[in-house]
């Protein structure tokens, strides 16, 4: 299995990551601080790693940042992504299996190497459910991804990135 792999720090758990990924047999392509010379952001090696899934030259990815937060929010707004923070290995099986996620994102900080290598156990043995109600909920999340899509396609390009108003100042209660 080819696998896209990002992290936005050269950490130890982000490098025994990459070689117990290659001594599992797969194909490891890497972004980020694994990459010299590579834009290190979380938010970009991320996008290039899980534009790897979407684009289908990457059969899976597993994007790394501190917490996992920032990588995994930055991979769903790929489109076709379903990305999964996972911080144990029922997490991650869960993530396999109702909701057919294809992508692992992971947090440097709390992540040991023996968490580490029982996430991958767990997310590489999963397959997705094939329970009627699963399938149906992974169909919805489907459509709102195309409808993400093509909402964004017809917003003119000036408000697409703006960013929200300010939601209204909290006024005081008023006291009898």
């Known amino acids: 299995m080819r696998i896209a792999v990002s992290s936005d720090l050269d950490e130890p758990v982000a490098r025994l990551l990459v070689e117990e990924l290659c001594a599992r047999g797969h194909e490891v392509v890497t972004y980020g601080a694994l990459r010299p010379g590579a834009d290190t952001a979380w938010a970009a090696c991320s996008e290039r790693a899980a534009r790897e899934v979407a684009a289908g030259t990457a059969d899976q990815a597993v994007v790394c940042c501190w917490t996992g937060t920032g990588a995994s929010i930055a991979a769903n707004k790929v489109s076709g992504v379903r990305a999964a923070l996972c911080a144990?290995?029922?997490?991650?099986?869960?993530?396999?299996?109702?909701?057919?996620?294809n992508v692992l994102a992971l947090g440097l900080r709390l992540t040991s190497g023996p968490v580490l290598k029982e996430i991958l156990d767990a997310w590489f043995a999963g397959e997705p459910s094939e329970d009627a109600e699963d399938r149906e909920s992974m169909a919805h999340v489907d459509r709102l991804d195309t409808d993400r899509g093509a909402l964004q396609a017809h917003r003119p390009a000036a408000t697409r990135s703006a960013p929200s108003p300010a939601p209204p100042a909290p006024t005081a209660a008023r006291r009898p």
């Open 88 to 101: 144990d290995a029922y997490t991650a099986d869960g993530a396999r299996r109702w909701n057919d996620a």
